[in-house]
Nanobody, 127 residues
Framework: QVQLVESGGGLVQVGGSLRLSCATSGRTFSRNDMGWFRQAPGKEREFVAAISWTGGSTVYAEPVKGRFTISRDNAKNILYLQMNSLKPEDTAVYYC????????????????????WGRGTQVTVSS
């Protein structure tokens, strides 16, 4: 059974940092691009960042560029999201997901390009 489990969320003050992890099991995703999305209260889920299966390419949504860093450890089957300089507008449930295709030319940024999803971890940034 395929599972993606996010962890590392919590309550942090403005300007603080958190590192999210996404542990995968049930099959290997070492050849799948992976991504992070988030959903704030009353809003649609939105793309945050994606990383290629090698870890050599990344793409970020404009609101998080320069503050968030996506990375992965294929040996441990873990995806990470380092979040720095957090703002109240970063408050959301954060989800990790796996690309439904292998060896995609461009990193996936749309929900429809992903198949397996975690249940999410809550990040709350207080002012």
């Amino acid at each position: 059974q395929v599972q993606l489990v996010e962890s590392g969320g919590g309550l942090v003050q403005v300007g603080g940092s958190l590192r999210l992890s996404c542990a995968t099991s049930g099959r290997t995703f070492s050849r799948n691009d992976m991504g992070w999305f988030r959903q704030a209260p009353g809003k649609e889920r939105e793309f945050v960042a994606a990383i290629s299966w090698t870890g050599g390419s990344t793409v970020y949504a404009e609101p998080v560029k320069g503050r968030f860093t996506i990375s992965r450890d294929n040996a441990k089957n873990i995806l990470y999201l380092q979040m720095n300089s957090l703002k109240p507008e970063d408050t959301a449930v954060y989800y990790c997901a796996t690309d439904r295709l292998l060896f995609r030319v461009q990193l996936p940024t749309r929900e429809s390009e992903y198949d397996y999803w975690g249940r999410g971890t809550q990040v709350t940034v207080s002012s």
